[in-house]
T-cell receptor, first 113, second 114 residues
């Protein structure tokens, strides 16, 4: 079953604006990861945040994690047309730790030039 | 360059035929995975393997089979028992270590069954 749910399902912004995507999940987790998928391609890992972390940065990406609300957000600052893609959160549940991720349904981001 | 290779990129089959999708990695990863993606949806786990000669069912294993005879290879067979086989299939690998190991994905095989 899908644990993560992304919100919104689709987001359209202008280049230079910030994009925020949210993810909610249901069970206790060891970590949460964000991936990007260009159309018709495989997923690419962006960032991992562990359950004892609250915020993490990587370049123009900022991820937050609130384990009390079972939610995470991905912020992409100063967006570019090349950021157009689908973004997925994935959780490693505590009871299946070690090798297994459960993915949400994704947010389709369109950055207009 | 290290990576994961899935072949072929597109595959067409008639209903009732079994078909095998190839996945090879040269990342020296212990763990490998097969996911299915339907249009506009997320990924669903079919099978995964944490070590050679061992594999476990994921959430939607019915109608699929796998083998893991070599560390580098994790082929997926879509059998005629799979009711809705048309989908985008993604293979991934990871170090499989505890505490979070990112997945590395291939570029997928798009299977169409008519």
């Amino acid at each position: 079953s899908q644990q993560g749910e992304e919100d919104p399902q689709a987001l359209s912004i202008q280049e230079g604006e910030n994009a925020t995507m949210n993810c909610s999940y249901k069970t206790s987790i060891n970590n949460l990861q964000w991936y990007r998928q260009n159309s018709g391609r495989g997923l690419v890992h962006l960032i991992l945040i562990r359950s004892n972390e609250r915020e993490k940065h990587s370049g123009r990406l900022r991820v937050t994690l609130d384990t009390s609300k079972k939610s995470s957000s991905l912020l992409i600052t100063a967006s570019r047309a090349a950021d157009t893609a689908s973004y997925f959160c994935a959780t490693e549940a505590r009871e299946t730790s070690g090798s297994r991720l459960t993915f949400g349904e994704g947010t389709q981001l369109t950055v207009n030039p | 360059d290290g990576g994961i290779t899935q072949s072929p990129k597109y595959l067409f089959r008639k209903e009732g035929q079994n078909v095998t999708l190839s996945c090879e990695q040269n990342l020296n990863h212990d763990a490998m995975y097969w996911y299915r993606q339907d249009p506009g949806q997320g990924l669903r786990l079919i099978y995964y393997s944490q070590i050679v000669n061992d594999f476990q069912k994921g959430d939607i294993a019915e109608g699929y089979s796998v083998s893991r005879e070599k560390k580098e290879s994790f082929p997926l067979t879509v059998t005629s028992a799979q009711k809705n086989p048309t989908a985008f299939y993604l293979c991934a690998s990871s170090t499989g270590l505890l505490g979070g190991s990112p997945l590395h994905f291939g570029n997928g095989t798009r299977l169409t069954v008519t």
